[in-house]
């Protein structure tokens, strides 16, 4: 079956510009997480969904970040005003369960550039 | 603050070897932990889950052990291959909540 997929691959924007980072998950799985990635470091935590409910928002970095999962399925990541310092790839997983009990399954992520 | 730390950026082996990466944590108390294996430009894929009361766990050539009192995970992969190159995370989750954490990650490279 399909794995989680996320859109788009690449994103070029400008400083100070909104963006929209979209995760479809595997079907049927209620947990949702967003991690951000940067070059040579491990995924940092942003925010966990279990059905439509964020059920942990604290890595979220600053108001400027939100993130929605309206329906329980796919979830949109949303950057207002972005900066220089929000360079970095995206990266959505999805569990069965959450993590505790079945393991995360990551899409390829977004990579984001500010520039 | 919560610390995971993966002891080395980057290990070397030859062909055949045992590779062994480390996991440690501090200020931590971990319920469960895994290990994920990422190559370049690709998101992380799952490779095995130990809980805090389990001591060892094996999946094929591969052996992950989890000290709660050393606060460490020692990841093995015996008979080591080049297509064993990647990146390794290791991942921690507490009890209440299934928020993962990872750590920074141990690039191997496999060397024919």
């Known amino acids: 079956g399909a794995g989680v997929s996320q859109t788009p691959s690449n994103k070029v924007t400008e400083k100070g510009k909104y963006v929209e980072l979209r995760c479809d998950p595997i079907?049927?799985?209620?947990?949702l997480y967003w991690y951000r990635q940067s070059l040579g470091q491990g995924p940092e935590f942003l925010i966990y969904f279990q059905g439509t409910g964020a059920a942990d928002d604290s890595g979220l970095p600053n108001d400027r970040f939100f993130a929605v999962r309206p329906e329980g399925s796919v979830s949109t990541l949303k950057i207002q005003r972005t900066e220089r310092g929000d360079s970095a790839v995206y990266l959505c997983?999805?569990?069965?369960?959450?993590?505790?009990?079945?393991?995360?399954?990551f899409g390829n992520g977004t990579r984001l550039t500010v520039t | 603050s919560q610390k995971i730390e993966q002891n080395s950026e980057a290990l070397n082996i030859q062909e055949g070897k045992t590779a062994t990466l480390t996991c440690n944590y501090t200020n931590y108390s971990p319920a469960y932990l895994q290990w994920y294996r990422q190559d370049p430009g690709r998101g992380p894929v799952f490779l095995l889950l130990i809980r805090e009361n389990e001591k060892e766990k094996r999946k094929e050539r591969l052996k992950v052990t989890f000290d709660t009192t050393l606060k460490q995970s020692l990841f093995h992969i015996t008979a080591s291959q080049p297509a064993d190159s990647a990146t390794y995370l290791c991942?921690?989750?507490?009890?209440?909540?299934?928020?993962?954490?990872f750590g920074a990650g141990t690039r191997l490279t496999v060397k024919p």
């Open positions: 991942a921690l989750g507490g009890y209440n909540n299934n928020d993962m954490r």
């Open positions: 997983a999805s569990s069965l369960m959450g993590a505790s009990n079945s393991p995360l399954h």
């Open positions: 079907s049927g799985h209620t947990a």
